[in-house]
T-cell receptor
Framework: KAGVTQTPRYLIKTRGQQVTLSCSPISGHRSVSWYQQTPGQGLQFLFEYFSETQRNKGNFPGRFSGRQFSNSRSEMNVSTLELGDSALYLC???????????FGQGTRLTVV | AQSVSQHNHHVILSEAASLELGCNYSYGGTVNLFWYVQYPGQHLQLLLKYFSGDPLVKGIKGFEAEFIKSKFSFNLRKPSVQWSDTAEYFCAVNSPNTGNQFYFGTGTSLTVIP
């Protein structure tokens, strides 16, 4: 079956702009989590959505937000971009129960 | 909050050498434990997982890990590495009570020399 799909794969934005990233989970999966991966900090949890509701939230400023649609697809938005937001953003999907997560290839965001 | 420590940041081995990567976590409750691998240019893939039962778990590609509850550890092992094992390895934990919020270690970069 198809894996987790993230679009776009690469993005270049200017400081102060906003950006929206998209994630389509594996069919049948209702949980989508987002992570920021940087060389210095590793993978850090942003938030998780389950059945269109935010179930968990990490320690990121309010500029980072997300939502989930009825078909389980999720979007992540970052407003007022800063240089430090440059990172690989990973999406992970799971059934939402006590199980492993499956990761997409990520969106590489560069803020200039 | 949970945290995960991977003490080996960079490991270089020759083919056929044995591998052990350390992983320690801090959390007093029940945890699920995972090892993920990220090959160059590819997405994170699950190597193995532990939820309960036998503390020695076997994963794909000959990898195994042992959960030692008293040491809060979940070390990854492979008896004989191959050049194709060159990748970044991440240890991760989550709690059955917190959905799919995973805590990751900072990763170990493994280079296997042919």
């Amino acid at each position: 079956k198809a894996g987790v799909t993230q679009t776009p794969r690469y993005l270049i934005k200017t400081r102060g702009q906003q950006v929206t990233l998209s994630c389509s989970p594996i069919s049948g999966h209702r949980s989508v989590s987002w992570y920021q991966q940087t060389p210095g900090q590793g993978l850090q949890f942003l938030f998780e959505y389950f059945s269109e509701t935010q179930r968990n939230k990490g320690n990121f400023p309010g500029r980072f937000s997300g939502r989930q649609f009825s078909n389980s697809r999720s979007e992540m938005n970052v407003s007022t971009l800063e240089l430090g937001d440059s990172a690989l953003y990973l999406c992970a999907s799971s059934t939402g129960g006590n199980t492993e997560a499956f990761f997409g290839q990520g969106t590489r965001l560069t803020v200039v | 909050a949970q945290s995960v420590s991977q003490h080996n940041h960079h490991v270089i081995l020759s083919e056929a050498a044995s591998l052990e990567l350390g992983c320690n976590y801090s959390y007093g409750g029940t945890v699920n434990l995972f090892w993920y691998v990220q090959y160059p240019g590819q997405h994170l893939q699950l190597l193995l997982k532990y939820f309960s039962g036998d503390p020695l778990v076997k994963g794909i590609k000959g990898f195994e890990a042992e959960f030692i509850k008293s040491k809060f550890s979940f070390n990854l092992r492979k008896p004989s590495v191959q050049w194709s094992d060159t990748a970044e390895y991440f240890c991760a934990v989550n709690s059955p009570n917190t959905g799919n919020q995973f805590y990751f270690g900072t990763g170990t970069s493994l280079t296997v020399i042919p």
